[in-house]
DNA sequence: TTGTATGCGTTATCAT
DNA sequence: ATGATAACGCATACAA
């Protein structure tokens, strides 16, 4: 591998030089400068940034640390953050898949001297700041979690979408609307649930907890949890669940029990999957910028790794109604 | 930030006893390792990974480079390769969305001393052994390229599959099949086109250039795309979309002319994204496992980085015939 | 404008 | 079993 010390032999200057070409390039004579480039090109000199990171004190990485996530939100989560990331320089350095703790805390550990800054996901735990603590001192910012009030945080506008997402059912005319719910312990779930229960207080729709099937995010939950829920009687005639994942699952489930999908009984889901436009009927759900959210998460990092901002920042990422066929409404035909 | 040094100055020892104890474990007598580990707990000292890589040179990460991809590829390219890579104790680092050959070198050359092995997709070029050239010297994977035979790469069988995927139609009984390529510069839409023709020209059935439409593997190329090929006459009666995205724009494009799938004509694709099965009617395709993919990758890489194993390796992916409804026959309905 | 020398945090080599 | 010290590749304060 050839290193600074190469170049500089072989163009005849010191270390200091070369290094001085490729950093301040104001102080180097032009001469010197070219003759210098001249050499690198043809060694293929590439600075180690490694080493480099190791005395500018930066690394120009952020590192994100992921859940064990279901396939369009990772996805898209991932993109939104490295697009974001790229375009102001900054590579991205990826530790997903993590179903406890002890792992996340590991694969945290590792980050120290590799990353500026952290992204942080994980929405399973309780008010924490016991993450911040293991962020090593580094700035720190948390997706769609259960922040505590010092550190930086970007949420889903949850409770307000799921709101929205009731309050529309009822304007349909519905009254028995049950929910299909995540895990309680996922901070995204129950906030949804909260807004569920919101919209059906604030209608003077009693809460009924028969009418709350657990679920956990997973499609195969969402078909048995509207096993269940077919089993209530007075049926239900609408059901939220709390995924568009699961919102699949029940769509099955309900036509396995031969009953149809608006008529009835309305599905409706959350997130606004890719897919969802395509199903049949089209899923009402409520849109979440995945994307946006990552962005949002490398913007504020970067407020405070680059231009130091300080103080907690808290963010929320409004949603929006989608609403397709599946509800029962004269939904909008959105188009390739 | 608390480093070896303070450590060893507050366990009164040397730095190396420290370092010894935090690698080498067998040497140090019990006694002041276990003072030493209590120090180090104390003080929440975590070693500096940046600066240790610099004299083991080893960095225990992979860079993965990818151009600008279409979602649930992107997804589970990046899902196999961590999952595979975090077993093995290493990370990875992401550069993703390059869509011109300048961004992926420059990437390429920032990711010299930070990682041990890089896995590059880059579908658009030509036979390049440029690409190993840039690499550095690093150990290289390609994923999906055309390769050169120097390099080691993994590839899927794009030809195979979609040789199959005609012949089957084929053996509906059609014989007027049209096919919406991908980018002529585009591997795998080459292959792919390369096996449609295999399998009319084995079947003595004429290639028709007025049945090869070009598109570009997004939705909207293959809705255009589908509309032209609706003008040809006689009609196909059949089209193989040479990815999903396209076979759903088609199938949008047939759907506003009036005409029915599969009825009129018969739709398929290439991929198997997880929406295929919830379309209407639900999409006969070719399946990739591409998280498979990912993993072969890393497996094979770390073969190179950790097991020095040397010589060309090249890889190729099996795919699988998934008859749905779209293509006509009566396909198994899989389900939640 | 350029070179010399020091240090970033760690591991490795050689002593002791 | 432990300590002193030289690397690793680079950037930078200071000297020239």
Known sequence: MVTIRDVAREAGVSVATVSRVFNDRTIVSEGTARQVREVAARLGYVPHSGARSLITNKTHTIGIL???????????IIRGIDQAAQRSGYHVLVSSSH???SGLDAALRTMRGRVDGLIVMWPESET?????HASLGLPLVLLSCRGDHETDSITV??????RAMVEHLISLGHRRIAIITGSPRNFDAAERLRG???ALEAAGIGLDPALELAGAFSERSGYEAAQRMLTRSPRPTA???SNDSMAIGAVSAVRE???RVPEDI???GFDDIPMARYMNPPLTSVHVDIAALGERAIGRLLDVVQRGATGPHRDTLDTTLMIRRSCGANGSHDHA
């Open 257 to 259: 029990a031969g009953l």
């Open 266 to 268: 309305a599905v409706t």
């Open 99 to 101: 179903a406890e703790r």
């Open 157 to 162: 506008a949850n409770c307000d979408g799921a």
């Open 239 to 241: 059901v939220f669940a």
């Open 66 to 76: 992921l859940p064990d996530l279901y396939g369009e939100f990772f996805s898209e």
């Open 196 to 198: 569920y229960r919101a």
């Open 128 to 132: 924490d700041e016991s993450l911040s």
